[in-house]
């Protein structure tokens, strides 16, 4: 059993393309809360130890005067900058190519400050208290090199109504181990039913299915395994402008390797986001309910 606190990675170094805007730091609380201040009040309670986020270096300033103040004395903080020429083995990167590498690319910026267990989260969802507790119990309890885990939320609660959406579907086997996640692709709310596209056709998928929403719990193992990989997706995907390293096939490539398990802990929380402009008037009003359910303060840092 690991004595060492777990550690909180917020993603926050995406361009918020479909969004438009820096959304990481955008208020959405009844306080001027941004999104991930929830989660980070939340990995508190759990018990989770300190918190590194994942930004663009020409953001840092701007991001840390929004978040500093307000966290300064709660708990330890750590930064780290996602640019496209880290790990890159000498290759050069186009210059057309803006966008970031991908989810699993970032966790490989962290690997010079990972001390320990840790969870990993997107800065612009919202995963609710009962997320955090499941993954800091694994995180101290069962977590080491080759076992890990992924919270598993119900596609029904994942969807938005203003656009569609990518989620990874988990298939797990009779030991609660995942099989394998695929990537479900232009996922829409259509009817009370998920459509998504398989190719060239659609398929529906159970509401009640579980995906993955980008809450993964690792050891610093799983980050330095996948470097071999990146190299190997850069020297096939340097030219492709739009080609992303991500965690989730990450994942999946070392479950199918066999280089380890990646248990799904269901939650009992409820995952909402903002993935489009039109989905940050629900947010604000769903953080309002919760607030007014007491289930958060008014203002989370006083």
């Known amino acids: 059993m690991t004595k060492l606190k777990p550690s909180l990675v917020i993603l926050a170094a995406g361009m918020a393309s479909r969004y438009g805007g820096n959304k990481q730091i955008e208020s959405f609380g009844p306080s001027g809360e941004t999104i991930m201040e929830y989660s980070i009040f939340d990995a508190i309670k759990a018990g989770f130890g300190k918190v590194i986020f994942i930004i663009r270096e020409e953001f840092a300033a701007s991001f840390k005067a929004a978040i500093e103040p307000k966290l300064a004395g709660k708990i330890e903080l750590d930064y780290v900058y996602q640019s496209l020429d880290k790990f890159s083995g000498g290759q050069e990167i186009s210059a057309e190519r803006t966008k970031p590498f991908g989810t699993q690319h970032a966790l490989l910026c962290t690997k010079e400050v990972l001390d320990g267990p840790f969870a990993v989260i997107n800065a612009d969802d919202f995963y609710g208290d009962d997320a955090f507790k499941q993954a800091y119990d694994f995180l101290t309890t069962e977590a080491a090199a080759g076992k890990y885990a992924c919270i598993g939320y119900e596609l029904k609660n994942s969807l938005s109504d203003h656009g569609s959406v990518t989620r990874g579907q988990i298939n797990v086997n009779a030991a609660g181990h995942i099989t394998g996640i695929t990537e479900r ?53 340097v030219n492709d402008l739009k080609a992303e390293f991500l965690i989730p096939e990450v994942a999946d490539q070392l479950i199918n390797a066999g280089e380890g398990v990646v248990k799904m802990i269901p939650t009992q929380s409820k995952w909402f986001g903002v993935t489009f402009k039109e989905d940050a008037q629900i947010v604000k009003e769903r953080l309002l309910e919760l607030t007014a359910e007491g289930l958060y303060p008014a203002d989370l840092w006083k």
């Open 185 to 237: 692709k232009e996922v829409v709310k259509k009817d009370d039913k998920a459509i998504a596209k398989d190719g060239d056709t659609l398929i529906e998928l159970p509401l009640d299915t579980k995906v993955s929403m980008n809450f993964f719990c690792f050891t610093p193992e799983f980050v330095n395994w996948s470097e071999i990989g990146y190299l190997k997706f850069l020297q096939e995907n």
